[in-house]
């Protein structure tokens, strides 16, 4: 069973960084970072995508960048250049198969709350 443990999330100012982790139980393949903001659905930010580059959504590409050490079972979200409309609960998710940016993901994790302000 995947287990998945978020960390670092924040109350930063516009303009700030912030580094998010997702350290992984278990097997995982498959693994992308998502957010929902109040009120809004749950959008897809960042995928690892085998053989290629990752996928970013619009809004985040230039600015966000997402790894993983898979020695370590851990994902990383780097933030960069922060602005209010990226306040929203993070969350890493993982599936054994390709997900890409849509929620169809199998597991879960608790989320981290990030907060900007200007």
């Known amino acids: 069973q995947v287990q998945l443990v978020e960390s670092g999330g924040g109350s930063v100012q516009a303009g700030g960084s912030l580094r998010l982790s997702c350290v992984a139980s278990?097997?995982?393949?498959?693994m992308a970072w998502f957010r929902q903001a109040s009120g809004k659905s749950r959008e897809g930010v960042a995928a690892?995508?085998?053989?290629?580059?990752?996928v970013y959504s619009d809004s985040v590409k230039g600015r966000f960048t997402i790894s993983r050490d898979s020695a370590k079972k851990t994902l990383y979200l780097q933030m960069n250049d922060l602005q209010p409309e990226d306040s929203a609960m993070y969350y890493c998710?993982?599936?054994?198969?390709?997900?890409?940016?849509?929620?169809?993901?199998?597991?879960w994790g608790q989320g981290t709350q990030v907060s900007v302000s200007s």
């Open positions: 278990g097997w995982t393949t498959h």
């Open positions: 690892l995508v085998p053989y290629a580059p990752p």
């Open positions: 998710a993982a599936d054994h198969e390709q997900r890409g940016l849509t929620p169809a993901y199998k597991y």
